[in-house]
């Protein structure tokens, strides 16, 4: 998985003077939940993954996004709109909200509000989003 996040994530963290990869393991480490997670696979290759967990802290209810990353190879090929449309439909099943977090200047952006997903917060880095059935 951390391969596939460093692939994924490199040149945005480059734009960024970020890219480190030591850091990019203890940040996927600190926050990843395998019980949560989903194999992204195209004909028998693993080309992504995503996580999507129950979000306690975010007030109404809702759930995180933590990881959605694709290898570049397969970005801006309708994979991630499927992903968000699986993620969604869990959403709409247990009648909550998503809630994410993207690195500035990332491409994923303007995918995630492409996405019909809001801006409701920033930090140093990233920028935080909520998506909302209703």
Excluded at 1 to 24: H, K, N, Q, W, Y
Aim: overall charge neutral.
């Amino acid at each position: 998985m951390l391969a596939i996040r460093v692939e994924a994530l490199r040149d945005s963290l480059e734009r960024l003077g970020r890219f480190d990869p030591a850091r990019a393991r203890e940040r996927l480490m600190a926050g990843f939940k395998p019980e949560f997670m989903q194999h992204i696979m195209c004909d028998g290759e693993r080309i992504g993954f995503v996580t999507l967990r129950p979000d306690p802290a975010a007030g109404p209810p809702a759930l995180h996004l933590d990881h959605l990353y694709l290898r570049p190879a397969w970005q801006g090929q309708g994979v991630g709109a499927w992903v968000m449309a699986w993620a969604k439909a869990q959403a709409v099943a247990q009648a909550c909200d998503i809630r994410l977090s993207a690195l500035k200047h990332s491409d994923a952006n303007r995918f995630y509000l492409r996405q019909g997903f809001v801006q409701v917060g920033e930090s140093d880095f990233d920028l935080d989003y909520r998506w909302s059935q209703s």
